[in-house]
């Protein structure tokens, strides 16, 4: 579980009461508008509605704000992911991400890892670059 008295417990310690900030909340109703960072490590790809999320991420942002989205590099076809990494991927997927996803109420939306075209999407729109 994150301690986001932890986390503050540290940025402070570095020297950075005021400019750094930590919350946990839901991706899709997080409060904000001026956010200079929004950070997605490893977890789009397990919500309920990655879409939703990453619009109210948008929405969020300061004029100058940046969405850091990382997620596993997976293959875009099936045969890419016919390797030891790949195959760790699909069994998590089936065990984590997915019941994830269902438990959310929302079966179906998720967004597969790598490169995805909804992702990708998105990012155009909103003048982001994708970097691989």
Known sequence: ?????????????????????FEIAA??????????????????????????????????LSADGTV????????????ENLNPVGRVYSGVSVL???PNAIAMSSAGKQIRQGRSPRKTK???????RICR
């Open 27 to 60: 991706a899709t109703s997080f409060p904000g508008h001026r956010n200079d960072l929004i950070a997605y490590i490893d977890c789009l790809h397990d919500m309920g509605d990655p879409v939703v999320a990453l619009e109210h991420a948008r929405e969020a």
């Open 96 to 98: 984590c991400c997915s």
């Open 68 to 79: 850091l989205l990382v997620e596993p590099a997976a293959g875009e076809k099936v045969e």
């Open 122 to 128: 998105w990012a155009g729109r909103g003048g982001h």
């Open 1 to 21: 579980m994150i301690d986001e008295t932890k986390l503050q417990a540290l940025a402070d310690d570095a020297g950075l009461f005021t400019q750094v900030t």
